[in-house]
């Protein structure tokens, strides 16, 4: 099992940005995830080994993610934040290769490693 740690998280105000990092081991699918309170946790963006990137809808074009494989780290660029993006963010990864869109669509149930997750919460 591989290790996957979250930073980044912290509280702005709408319309602010933060930027996500994991640590992990080597991977070749991530995929990052939220869960507010009192919800199902839902897919955001996801990355495969030959940048090939997926995002939901509802962050299309205010979110980015991205990798840096030579050091096995995670990234999520997040812009133009609302209140609505306030949840626990987690990273999961899996060293095989993985299709993203069906990643996405079953909220991460192929990914291996999960971290803890890091809150991010967006005031109005």
């Known amino acids: 099992q591989g290790q996957t740690l979250e930073s980044g998280g912290g509280s702005v105000a709408a319309g602010g940005s933060l930027r996500l990092s994991c640590a992990a081991s080597?991977?070749?699918?991530a995929a990052w995830f939220r869960q507010a309170p009192g919800k199902e946790r839902e897919a955001v963006a996801g990355?495969?080994?030959?940048?090939?990137?997926a995002y939901v809808d509802s962050v299309k074009g205010r979110f980015s993610i991205s990798q840096d494989r030579a050091k096995n780290i995670l990234f999520l660029e997040m812009n133009a934040l609302k209140p609505e993006d306030t949840a626990m963010y987690y990273c999961?990864?899996?060293?095989?290769?993985?299709?993203?869109?069906?990643?996405?669509?079953?909220?991460?149930?192929?990914?291996?490693?999960w971290g803890q997750g890091t809150q991010v919460t967006v005031s109005s």
């Open positions: 080597g991977f070749d699918c």
């Open positions: 999961a990864t899996t060293p095989y290769a993985c299709d993203l869109r069906l990643v996405l669509d079953t909220a991460g149930r192929a990914l291996r490693d």
């Open positions: 990355i495969d080994y030959l940048d090939t990137t």
